[in-house]
């Protein structure tokens, strides 16, 4: 009986060390700190506009609609400022060599679409509408209107014309010129 009381005493010694090795404390330690960014806002801007000249045509008789492209441009608002910001247009009536001037409300734009590059603000913050630009307005037309904390980064808009209505008792002969200004401005239209 001797082996038998040996080998439980070897067994419950094992045991015993065994599970000293699997309770032992583990030393740790953490450490922390801090970081900081400095971002400074930007600007707004408006980038790659350009209209391109209606196409030469020939008085009928009856009224007629020209249309031209306003090639897809961009409008950048990397202010930071959640501020909104709206774009305005104007025209100067359309004028030929003879200083005669075509009557208000001849020039429509339409509205353009709107699509929002990476990491910019859902471009639904951004109202569009089209209008007549020609209205001899100081502010002009308000064709797009982000609200506050939106349009925020960079947005491509397409998809725009302009339209020239033409009614024979308004029109003489002619090449007539426009200057067609876009004003980007911070806050939404109210």
Same mark, same amino acid.
């Not at 980038?47 to 031209?68: H, K, M, P, R, W």
């Not at 009536?93 to 734009?109: F, G, K």
């Not at 990491?119 to 209008?131: F, K, L, M, R, V």
């Given at each position: 009986?001797?082996?038998?009381?040996?080998?439980?005493?070897?067994?419950?010694?094992?045991?015993?060390?065994?599970?000293?090795?699997? !309770? /032992? $404390?583990?030393?740790? %330690?953490? *450490?922390?700190?801090?970081?900081?960014? +400095? &971002?400074?806002?930007?600007?707004?801007? #408006?980038?790659?506009?350009?209209?391109?000249?209606?196409?030469?045509?020939?008085?009928?008789?009856?009224?007629?609609?020209?249309?031209?492209?306003?090639?897809?441009?961009?409008?950048?608002?990397?202010?930071?400022?959640?501020?909104?910001?709206?774009?305005?247009?104007?025209?100067?009536?359309?004028?030929?060599?003879?200083?005669?001037?075509?009557?208000?409300?001849?020039?429509?734009? !339409? /509205? $353009?679409?709107?699509? %929002?590059? *990476?990491?910019?603000?859902?471009?639904? +913050? &951004?109202?569009?509408?089209?209008?007549? #630009?020609?209205?001899?307005?100081?502010?002009?037309?308000?064709?797009?209107?982000?609200?506050?904390?939106?349009?925020?980064?960079?947005?491509?808009?397409?998809?725009?014309?302009?339209?020239?209505?033409?009614?024979?008792?308004?029109?003489?002969?002619?090449?007539?010129?426009?200057?067609?200004?876009?004003?980007?401005?911070?806050?939404?239209?109210?």
């Amino acid at each position: 009986m001797k082996k038998v009381s040996k080998k439980i005493t070897v067994s419950a010694i094992a045991a015993g060390v065994a599970m000293t090795t699997l !309770s /032992a $404390p583990v030393l740790a %330690a953490t *450490e922390s700190g801090t970081t900081e960014a +400095t &971002i400074n806002g930007g600007s707004l801007s #408006i980038e790659n506009l350009s209209i391109s000249s209606f196409a030469e045509t020939t008085l009928d008789g009856s009224v007629q609609t020209l249309t031209t492209d306003i090639g897809d441009y961009t409008v950048v608002d990397s202010t930071g400022s959640g501020s909104g910001w709206q774009l305005n247009v104007d025209a100067a009536p359309l004028t030929n060599a003879d200083d005669y001037a075509l009557p208000a409300n001849s020039l429509n734009m !339409s /509205a $353009p679409s709107v699509s %929002a590059e *990476e990491g910019s603000s859902d471009s639904g +913050t &951004i109202a569009t509408q089209e209008g007549d #630009i020609d209205t001899g307005s100081e502010t002009g037309v308000n064709i797009l209107s982000a609200q506050a904390d939106g349009g925020m980064g960079t947005f491509t808009l397409s998809d725009t014309d302009l339209s020239l209505d033409l009614q024979p008792k308004d029109v003489k002969e002619g090449t007539y010129t426009s200057t067609v200004t876009f004003s980007l401005v911070s806050g939404p239209s109210s």
